[in-house]
């Protein structure tokens, strides 16, 4: 759990206020989300927690550090998408959880559309290893479409390890564009990188032994398991956006399948956790969307934040609803959980007589 005794020295309107909040909060939580444990199933997110940090209406409170340490407490590996350049605010949060959290991002993504954002991947490194593999992807020029279209912002891959699970994860924050479910360019995105990575797992896959024999070596020193997760900007799973990832061979856990959106108003489909299925590595049936704000920053709150809302430097006051998405965000957070203790099934197929 995070750290709380730095509240003791807010202001006691402040400490009530945030105490209260958070005890909301944990409760919310524990209703949906498993308790982690340090050999239990692994407890994946993925959270676009917005302009992390920007400055905008004034900035972050107090309570929003505590609330956002909260909910990532109760997850063991989480892949943060608009982490901005200056990383005090991610370093403020990790101040928070305890040292044994720890972080790996990517550099700022130049240009108009990077717009100034990291992604990150956020760890309890008592029960994730992280293996060693990081790096940002760029897509080979092709013989088929030669002036091929990088990315806006681009994907961090870094690889873990966790019980007997080894696992890649991609995170991404597809390219949003208009306003509409099939923008050309977040499209081609989504299908080039989707298409990319397939053919990796693919290339990295051993050949299945034949009877009796040794199993292949690997192509490479890649993991076993692939995950793609992130901010996809998808409007609607039966838009073409989802689809490109399916296609390519990826799998949306069932347990992700049948919800609301992940966006404020529970309407769009923006963030998706997809799998590439190797060995030794499955979901439950544990995941979804954490709707903190059922807990938190609740419209009944309004009156309580009044004088913290700032206006903008226009000298226009935001409403309510857009300054708390600055507080927290406008996505929710995405969860999904997997097993990786399979001791007891290799014990199972070790006591098999007809094993080799």
Known sequence: ???????????????VRVAEGLRRLRK?????VPARTLDGDLLIASWNIREFDSRKYGGRLVDSFYFIAEILSHFDLIAIQEVRGDLSALDRVQGLLGSWWKYLVTDVTEGASGNGERMAFLYDSRKVTFGGLAGEIVLPRSKVDPDILQF???PFVCGFKAGWARIDLCTVHIYYGEGKSLDPRRLKEIGDLAGFLARRAKVDAPPAPAAGAAPAPRASQGADNLILLGDFNIFDPGDATLKAITDAGFVVPKVLTDRAGSNMARDKYYDQIAIWRGKRFDTTDRGGVLNYYEA?????DEALYAADIKPAKSGKPPTYKDWKSYQMSDHLLLWAAFKVDFAEDYLTELATPEVP
Do not use: C, G, N
């Open 296 to 300: 938190v920053f609740r419209p009944e």
């Open 152 to 154: 806006a912002r681009t």
């Open 1 to 15: 759990m995070p750290y709380y005794a730095s509240l003791r020295k807010e202001d006691p309107e402040v400490r």
């Open 28 to 32: 919310a939580i524990r209703a949906e």
